[in-house]
């Protein structure tokens, strides 16, 4: 596609649920980042990925969250057992190369968890 | 780690009037300072942005300075139109590869 999609656009959930977020980046960018963004808040790193590197898991709030990346190229971000305070706009983002700047945005997947 | 405050939170102004937002910055290592734009429901849009090498830089009616002994930057939006209100993010880099921190977000609005 033309850009990074992400699915759902939204999801609403119970609590203690499990939930899985999809990112598609741009064909051929081989880094992907995952941002949360609470309410009126900016952007919260949670998980960075560069090719066959290990993971930057450093924004990672909790074990509850994890994320992989198959291939290089979609990406999951799951959390388990959801509480209400995961409830946000969960980002994805993906550029060229490690070498670039450029980071090009999704248009979020909004969690509601109740 | 890095920590990146902006200012101000909302901002309103008249259509065709300047508006200034200003971001601060704790890593002096930080190397690249992006803004982004977001509109309601969409994810951010990068506008512009300037390395650590270049104290201004101008697209337009969109420019942006830095002041790497303050360790500050700000963007600068001139002649502004009612499509200019969004949120605003700055947001600054270490390295290569390595993760943003954002600011908080500022809310322009543009009243015509």
């Known amino acids: 596609g033309a850009g990074v999609s992400q699915s759902p656009s939204n999801k609403v959930t119970e609590k203690g649920k499990d939930v899985e977020l999809r990112c598609d980046p741009i064909s051929g960018h081989t880094a992907l980042y995952w941002y949360r963004q609470s309410l009126g808040q900016g952007l919260e790193f949670l998980i960075y990925f560069q090719g066959n590197s290990a993971p930057d898991k450093s924004g990672l709030p909790s074990d509850r969250f994890s994320a992989e990346r198959t291939g290089g190229s979609v990406s999951t971000l799951t959390i388990q057992r959801t509480q209400q305070e995961d409830s946000a706009v969960y980002l994805c983002a993906s550029t060229k190369s490690p070498a670039t700047d450029t980071q090009y945005f999704g248009p979020g997947t909004r969690l509601t968890v109740l | 780690g890095e920590n990146v405050e902006q200012h101000p939170s909302t901002l309103s102004v008249q259509e065709g009037d300047s508006a200034v937002i200003k971001c601060t910055y704790s890593?002096?290592?930080?190397?690249?300072f992006p803004w982004y734009k977001q509109e309601l429901g969409k994810g951010p849009q990068l506008i512009i942005d300037i390395r650590s090498n270049v104290g201004e830089k101008k697209d337009q009616r969109i420019a942006v300075t830095l002041n790497k002994t303050a360790k500050h930057f700000s963007l600068h939006i001139t002649e502004t139109q009612p499509e200019d209100s969004a949120v605003y993010f700055c947001a600054a880099r270490v390295n290569y590869g390595q993760n943003f921190v954002f600011g908080p977000g500022t809310r322009l609005s543009v009243l015509p």
């Open positions: 890593d002096s290592a930080s190397n690249y």
